[in-house]
């Protein structure tokens, strides 16, 4: 007698065509708004969320509040002694979309100095995980195990919630969370990669620099810490992580149990994992064609054939939704460029000479919609250069910024009362049905 598994499996292949015909033949078919393909496909480009807190356009990049990535660090307040502002600055005008004056700011940095103190139960449940867990998985506990306190779930269960003012405890939510999270990654990189030399919070600094200073970084890594929390903050609702947020929290599920939800979805290879991803191929490519030697434009493009012809892909190249070079790599790049010993690092220069070559390669090879790198091409070489060689970190970072845009977002929702998100599904039969029909209106 077969098992459930190979039951399953042969129900699976005998399915598997049903779908491929349905986007194969009839996928620009249309059902009511959408066609058969973006059904299938993950719902791409059907417009269905809401957001004022960034807009991600093809062709100009990601636009925070109006303003793109340049506009953005050139209006903010700067952080003493920098060319980047502070995260706090960025989060007040994530929030608000005005320009805060330096007293906002300093007014934010002093308010999440008393919010950043982290319980010390997170601590416990977190060394209660085995030392060799994920730091995701470390940081998803930390995040759940602070939903206790949550003031947004006191106040729904406190017997007079009033959906004009929820958004108001989910602010208290999320602005702890916000000064929390880098206190708590800083924590378990040191737990995990420093022998567990916890280095205390130094009052003085904004949220950059102290976790630069918490993880044992240099003087520049502050700048670093600031321009990445910033550039990964927000990229649209439509990304795993600011959707899932999203979801769980039209379910009045507090921020805690939202953003968990959205960090488990940021672990995944085909969002916030991909950074690490990209620096492992990166340095297989340096060890393979270019250890000893400069990388020429020759040398890469002839390597980059090679890769292509072997069937596999040049991973940071290409976007969903982009179609132009990725401006949230392009400020790591300019980063890059104008810091000493690392615009002549051996690895960036290979990351440059990729940059320079791989366009015209993806573009004569035919197959990819966009062949512009993402924000995924140069980050990781930046970790890599200042002593973060552990990538599975680097999600955990990822994590840490767009914590902004998530909570930024959620406490609109709640401002303006959003309903659960609730889409609705279909059959394979109903979809075969309608093609057969020439669509369903």
């Known amino acids: 007698m077969a098992t459930l598994k190979e039951v399953l499996a042969q129900k699976i292949a005998d399915h598997r065509p049903r779908t ?90 002093a308010e999440w ?49 009033n959906k004009m003012t929820a958004w108001e405890t989910v602010y208290e939510d999320a602005s702890d969370i916000c000064a929390r999270i880098p206190i708590i990654a800083a924590f378990i990189y040191n737990l995990k990669y420093r022998s567990d030399f916890q280095v205390a919070i130094d009052p003085t600094l904004d949220m950059g620099a102290n976790f630069a200073h918490m993880i044992g970084q240099t003087e520049q890594y502050k700048d670093v810490a600031r321009m990445y929390f910033i550039l990964h903050s927000d990229h649209e609702s439509g990304n795993v992580s600011a959707h899932t947020t999203h979801l769980v929290h039209s379910a009045l599920s507090d921020p805690y149990y939202s953003y968990c939800a959205g960090l488990c979805g940021l672990a995944g290879p085909l969002h916030g994992l991909a950074n690490q991803e990209v620096l492992d191929w990166t340095l297989k490519f340096q060890e393979k064609y270019c250890k000893d030697v400069e990388p020429t434009k020759e040398l890469v493009t002839k390597a980059l054939w090679d890769t292509l012809n072997a069937g596999q892909v040049v991973p940071g190249y290409g976007h969903a939704v982009l179609r132009k070079t990725d401006p949230r790599y392009m ?12 615009k002549d690092d051996k690895l960036f220069k290979l990351v440059a000479m990729i940059f320079e070559t791989a366009p015209g390669v993806l573009t004569e090879h035919g197959k990819a919609k966009n062949p512009w790198p993402n924000v995924d091409a140069q980050s990781g070489v930046i970790q890599w250069y200042y002593g973060l060689r552990e990538w599975d970190f680097y999600t955990v970072l990822f994590g840490v910024g767009r914590a902004l845009g998530c909570m930024a977002n959620i406490t609109w929702d709640r401002g303006l009362g959003y309903a659960i998100e609730r889409p609705k599904s279909v059959t394979t039969a109903m979809l075969e049905k309608w093609a057969a029909e020439g669509g369903r209106k």
């Not at 601590?123 to 306190?149: F, Y």
């Not at 400020?331 to 690392?342: D, I, K």
Request: hydrophobic letters at 40%.
């Open 113 to 161: 100095k008393v919010r950043q103190i982290v319980p010390s139960y997170v601590w416990d449940a977190i060394r209660a995980l085995p030392r060799d867990s994920h730091p995701m998985v470390m940081l998803s506990t930390g995040m759940l195990a602070m939903q206790k306190d949550s003031k947004f779930a006191a106040f729904y269960s406190g017997g007079s919630f």
């Open 20 to 109: 491929t015909k349905l986007v194969k033949e009839f996928g620009k078919v249309v059902i009511d708004t959408c066609t058969i393909d973006q059904c299938i496909g993950g719902a791409r480009d059907v417009r269905t969320l809401v957001t004022d807190i960034s807009y991600l356009d093809p062709q100009e990049g990601i636009r925070f509040r109006g303003k793109t990535i340049p506009e953005t660090f050139e209006a903010l307040p700067k952080a003493k002694g920098s060319k980047y502002p502070t995260v706090e600055s960025f989060w007040y005008f994530l929030l608000t979309g005005d320009v805060p004056t330096q007293v906002q700011v300093d007014a934010v940095v």
């Open 331 to 342: 400020s790591q790049r300019e980063f890059c460029l104008n810091t000493p010993g690392l």
